[in-house]
């Protein structure tokens, strides 16, 4: 899958189950006043090992969940992203696939849900994108115009390498996942095939696989929020890694 080993990093009672044919995370139940994650990842596991993979690269993997889009909780998937709080910081940088449950709410991509299944890549450190911060202040108002927020969003989208793609499987079924993250094109495949191609974030990124209990709410006319979701039943991701 990765050149670095993964290894667990769990939190509020959650747990890695090692299985003959992979990994099963397991989210445990409980009310919304504690993170609860159940995470593989290569980050910070030897001397300069925090981001340590560049493409070309090719992660496949076959993956099913416990529960249905619908009644999955929280936030879950894989794939490779910055660590953006690992030190040194980096700007969020991604490419994978991603689950969020409402109230989770990032619509990044213009016509593309902020919750749900997604494929998605993102990018928020290339120099086009900086280069939007400082009339940040300007624009955020102008994104609550519908007419204006269509006009401008597409343009900042780009800028910050935002792609995405609903993804219109049973989660509750086994499904082969590839992403071929490429130099300057990168393409997300389910079942063997292409559900996303966009323009590759940079490296280093590092692996990670989760689910957990939160949700986030990004959204570009302004709105933040971040927050935990309770759940009254264990909830599980099963990944089995492909060479």
């Not at 980050?43 to 076959?62: E, K, Q, S």
Request: a positive charge.
């Amino acid at each position: 899958m990765a050149s670095l080993p993964l290894l667990p990093r769990c939190s509020g009672g959650a747990g890695v189950v090692r299985l003959a044919s992979g990994f099963r995370l397991i989210r445990p139940p409980g009310p919304a006043n504690r993170y609860r994650n159940a995470q593989l990842d290569n980050v910070g596991r030897r001397p300069n090992a925090v981001r340590a993979l560049r493409p070309p690269l090719t992660i496949r993997l076959v993956a099913r969940a416990s529960h249905p889009v619908g009644h999955l909780v929280g936030t879950a998937g894989f794939g490779l992203w910055s660590y953006p709080w690992a030190w040194p910081p980096r700007m969020p940088q991604a490419i994978w696939f991603f689950f969020g449950a409402p109230p989770h709410d990032m619509p990044l991509a213009l016509g593309i849900p902020g919750y749900g299944w997604k494929a998605a890549t993102i990018d928020t450190g290339r120099p086009a994108a900086l280069g939007w911060l400082p009339a940040a202040p300007l624009i955020v108002p102008l994104l609550n115009v519908p007419p204006l927020y269509r006009r401008l969003w597409p343009r900042i989208q780009r800028a910050v390498g935002v792609a995405e793609a609903v993804v219109n499987v049973d989660l509750t079924r086994w499904h082969e996942y590839e992403i071929r993250w490429g130099t300057t094109l990168s393409e997300l495949l389910v079942d063997g095939v292409v559900v996303l191609r966009a323009p590759s974030p940079r490296g280093p990124l590092s692996t990670v696989i989760w689910i957990d209990n939160q949700y986030t709410i990004v959204r570009p006319t302004g709105r933040l929020g971040w927050g935990l979701q309770a759940c009254n039943e264990a909830q599980w991701l099963e990944v089995n890694l492909l060479s």
